[in-house]
């Protein structure tokens, strides 16, 4: 145990101190594949889920993963953490590559890596009790211990997401959604993770309720000193909670950026059009805002577009572009780097503009 | 002043020419375990072109009222007040005379269009269906109108596509084909419930802009109903506030969004992430649950989630009171204490669980 910022000893080796990756994603890549129908189940092609993904999470930071449905950003979640084998790539932690870990391999890891799901309805069995719910990874991983211990555990987590603890005995069902969300971040925080990947974890939740999850998940983690993979479609949580954000788009980041830098100086036009497309609470300001508006819908990702996959919707492709400008864009698949904005972004003519 | 007197003055504000008026609407859903009260006298009027935004989270009833005003509920439903269409009562209708206005006066898009589409029938077929229904026009008319509300709504290739199957398509086209259905007749309202709310937000900025162009092309009223605030600010004139059946705060957007004067409406703006803002400062989430709709307790249903509640509240409730701008009502004993209050003054940004306790509860706890 070295690093500084981690609260309590889980198991499984060392995290990083500042300055290092607590985990560091290369060139992740999943293919799905799609088979003919019939007996014989051919693969006939690909989904191109995840393409060449990196990005690094440092500790005791929210890195936001935002993109419309179908982008990969749940995907992403889910290889970080192996419950999905990647195709490729690696996903380093502690110094070791998950990617090739075998699930017997990866169980005293999963102590640091934890997930909450989007829908607090499914992912809670409604035949447990709350206790029993938040006891479970303890039991699995034998740190419920003897006598009361383990019942106390569960006590002080459920006090700690702001439940009342006398509520134990109940079952999910006698939950609101917000309560219910609050059992599943209690039941991803019992191994004392280092990394919370949290997969829209406030999406089904009415704003009012949203409010105090959203709260909760800060408290947490400067309390704990907890790492936030943050996985969200909407931009005013992510712009409300993370530290950095990395926007995805058919498989692809496309941009990523401290949050100040994105959402004032946003480079690639599928960040501009994403961030104008949110309809701010604000009349005024509503009606005076230019809007970028995509045509088209987002292609499949069984044939994703040659070169930068966005072009097909790209309004600057479409009208701004001359007929040379845009082979490139045919031609050439847009590398992640700074192109003189400050941060990267993956567009070939790559252009900071203020929207918000 | 009672709530008698806001509908003299509003009457008179109107008067005649409004579409679409609806006084003290209550609907009740008995059921084994009593009587839901969904919408507990709903008043507003639209007049011909306006865009009101109607606001609320789930189960406050915002659904609920815009099926009463389309004869859509199922017959064990008790409702009461009236519904005029062009000073015309609509409640108590037969199912026939419903039919003559449904989708031809008053049009209705839905939240899913996956449900709200035949999946056997073509596109073109279901928008012509729609036109053949209220007109005597050929097939062949029918579906060239159709190809052109298609085109109107921004799908591409309209002629291609009125031969869809709606699988065939992606989710933000399918709700264009249902703007285009609701167009189909030239109607006077447009009802849309939650018409955006199963879309990304790209595709939403397509399907709020293919709207405002049938408005624009039908000339129609809107009725936008969503639990979406920036969506309403960006989309209508004026905005109605629903808190447990009723509506509690009612105004222009820009009185209610900037000042608003139900602790209530104040409270959703606080809650609210917004992504014009740059900094970490603290959400304010509203503490407790709204109540159940079963059995509600006289007094002001927001008392207690409310951090002004006083004595009265709890005894009687609040009439729609007017403030500051005549137009500008709200259901609040005390909505002159909200005058430039600011959500983070009145309600803690907490991050405890809330939906059982008071805001009482929370001065103690630290």
Do not use: W
């Not at chain 2, 008319?141 to 921004?154: F, K, N, P, T």
């Amino acid at each position: 145990m070295t690093a500084a910022n981690v609260v309590e000893a889980g198991a499984g080796g060392t995290a990083g101190g500042p300055g290092e990756p607590v985990l560091a994603v290369r060139d992740l890549v999943k293919h799905f594949p799609v088979r003919s129908r019939g007996l014989v189940r051919r693969t006939v092609g690909d989904v191109h889920a995840v393409c060449g993904v990196s990005f690094d999470l440092f500790g005791n930071e929210t890195l936001g993963l935002v993109g419309e449905s179908g982008c990969g950003k749940t995907t992403t979640g889910r290889l970080l953490l192996n419950l999905i084998k990647a195709t490729s790539g690696e996903v380093v932690y502690a110094g070791r590559n998950l990617v090739e870990l075998s699930p017997g391999q990866m169980r005293p890891l999963r102590r640091d890596l934890q997930l909450v799901f989007q829908d607090p309805f499914a992912s809670l069995d409604p035949r447990m009790t709350v206790n029993e719910i938040v006891a479970e990874p303890l039991r699995i991983h034998g740190l419920f211990g003897s006598g009361t211990q383990g019942r106390d555990k569960v006590r002080e987590l459920l006090k700690l997401v702001g439940l009342n603890p006398e509520h134990g005995n109940r079952y999910p069902h006698e939950f609101s959604g917000g309560q219910r969300q609050r059992i599943g971040i209690a039941r991803a925080l019992a191994l004392r993770p280092k990394v919370l990947i949290l997969d829209e974890p406030v999406s089904a939740l009415d704003v009012s309720i949203q409010a105090g999850v959203i709260n909760l998940l800060e408290d947490l983690q400067s309390e704990l000193g907890l790492s936030y993979l943050f996985i969200s479609h909407d931009l005013s949580v992510v712009r409300h909670i993370a530290d950095r954000v990395a926007v995805m788009y058919l498989g692809r980041i496309v941009e990523i950026a401290d949050k100040e830098e994105l959402f004032t100086k946003a480079a690639h036009p599928y960040t501009q059009a994403l961030i104008s497309a949110i309809p701010l609470p604000d009349p005024r300001k509503e009606r005076s805002r230019k809007r970028i508006t995509l045509t088209g819908d987002v292609p499949s990702p069984v044939n994703p577009p040659s070169g930068c996959r966005f072009r097909t919707r790209c309004p600057k492709f479409a009208n701004v572009l001359s007929e040379a400008e845009r082979r490139k864009c045919v031609d050439e698949v847009p590398a992640l780097t700074d192109r003189g904005q400050g941060h990267a972004s993956a567009c070939h003519y790559a252009e900071a503009i203020k929207l918000v | 002043m009672t709530a008698e007197t806001n509908i003299e003055l509003s009457r008179k504000a109107g008067d005649r020419e409004a579409v679409l008026e609806v006084e003290n609407l209550t609907v009740e859903f008995p059921t084994d375990d009593g009587v839901v009260q969904a919408v507990r006298g709903v008043s507003y009027r639209l007049a011909p072109g306006e865009a009101m935004g109607i606001v609320g989270e789930s189960g406050s009833g915002k659904s609920v009222t815009s099926m009463a005003i389309m004869g859509l509920l199922p017959k064990t439903a008790r409702i009461s007040g009236s519904v005029r269409f062009r000073g015309e009562e609509l409640l108590g209708r037969s199912e026939n005379d419903y039919s003559s206005i449904r989708g031809k006066k008053i049009a209705m898009i839905f939240q899913d269009p996956l449900t709200s589409l035949n999946p056997v029938y073509t596109v073109g077929y279901q928008i012509s269906e729609a036109i053949l229904a209220h007109n005597d026009v050929s097939k062949k008319a029918a579906m060239d109108r159709a190809i052109e509300l298609l085109a109107m709504v921004g799908i591409p290739n309209p002629s291609q596509r009125v031969n869809n199957y709606p699988h065939e398509m992606s989710g933000g086209m399918r709700q264009r084909v249902v703007i285009a259905i609701a167009m189909a007749n030239n109607p006077d309202v447009i009802i849309a419930d939650e018409p955006t709310t199963a879309l990304d937000v790209t595709v939403q900025a397509q399907v709020l802009e293919a709207l405002e162009a049938a408005r624009a092309a039908t000339g129609a009223a809107l009725v936008l109903i969503t639990h979406d605030l920036g969506v309403i600010a960006g989309h209508a004139d004026r905005i109605g506030v629903m808190y447990a059946g009723r509506l509690v705060e009612k105004g222009t957007v820009d009185e209610v969004f900037y000042e608003p004067r139900m602790p209530y409406t104040l409270g959703l703006l606080g809650s609210l992430p917004r992504l014009d803002e740059a900094g970490r400062e603290r959400l304010t989430p509203i503490v407790g649950a709204p109540p159940s709709l079963m059995n509600l307790p006289p007094g002001c249903p927001f008392t207690p989630r409310c951090p002004l509640a006083q004595p009265v509240c709890e005894e009687r409730e609040p009439d729609l009171y007017v403030t500051d701008a005549p137009d500008h009502l709200s259901a609040c004993h005390f909505h002159e204490r909200l005058v430039g209050a600011s959500a983070a003054q009145l309600f803690r940004p907490t991050s405890v669980d809330t939906e059982d306790i008071t805001p009482r509860d929370l001065e103690v706890q630290p």
